[in-house]
């Protein structure tokens, strides 16, 4: 339950306005419906995936849990990704004929607007078209995420919570999970790697590197050639690229990094959730656009062979 400090906002005439105790009501009300929504049934899927893993005796039914319900929301949300990534790359591959348009009409604002939505209409691309299939899956992987949290031991897990979302008596779970994935303590943390073993640090390593796959391959091959510009346009033109690029790589250095600080930082289990879910979008990126950005390499590898 969200709570604040005391705190009031009168009006003119001094009358009360809000209050703290209003916003509590407003935020706590878009919780409730957040989770009865996309949290319930994220924690009743993982809850139930298992308690049939541990029916059947499978060892590190947690892990597996995650995995699987991981892998099962990947699944469903997957048109959405696939419309993204294309939405992303047709942008892409316009730019040229976008950069010709923003020639032509330099100094018309109207006709450099109208020339852009017709050569949209004429490729069947739709400028938004990558924003709302990626706005739908984050409060999805929100839940997912927060179910997570509650269930994993040592992450702060809530069982008291989880068990009043549970649709049915039957997945009540018991005080206690067995956290234990191969050997892997689901719910301790590679920062802890002093006490459990040095070999903890694998773990925020392949997270990173799997991001920076990830992040590599949405980079499109960039664009060094104007042949019909001016050399002045031309330099402008490879300028202004060149910052864009390096933002662009920054970027791709930079979530490697964030990522594989909080897989250091948070307990294991995150870092499976986030590894199984960066595997499976490096597969679709690739089925739907292919190697992108990671091309230079993957020609490198393939030439040495």
Known sequence: MYKTDDWEVRGAAGNLAWSSKDLEVQ??????IFNLIFFAPVINLLVLIFQGLSALNIPGALGFSIISLTILIRVLVWPFMSQQIKATKKMADLKPH???????????KQALASAQMALYKEHGVNP??????????????????????????????????????LYFPQLKLPSALDPNFFGLNLGIKPSDFGKYGILLLLVPIVTALLTFVQSK?????????????????????????????????????????????????????????????????IIQQYKVSGWGGMEWLISKIKYQR
């Open 27 to 32: 935020v706590n009300q878009i919780i409730d």
């Open 98 to 108: 976008l950069d010709a348009l923003k020639k032509k009409h330099k100094g018309d």
């Open 128 to 165: 938004a078209g990558g924003c709302l299939p990626a706005l739908i899956q984050i409060p999805v992987f929100i839940a997912l995420y927060q179910a997570i949290i509650n269930i994993l031991p040592g992450a702060g897990g809530h069982l008291d919570k989880i068990n009043s979302l």
């Open 217 to 281: 391959m949405t980079l499109p091959k960039p664009i060094k050639h104007y042949p019909s510009d001016s050399p002045k346009e031309g330099k402008e033109k490879e300028g202004l690229e060149e910052s864009m690029g390096q933002v662009q790589s920054q970027m791709v250095y930079l979530m490697p990094v964030m990522i594989g600080y909080f897989a250091f930082s948070f307990p294991i289990g995150l870092a499976i959730y986030w590894n199984t879910y960066t595997i499976l979008g």
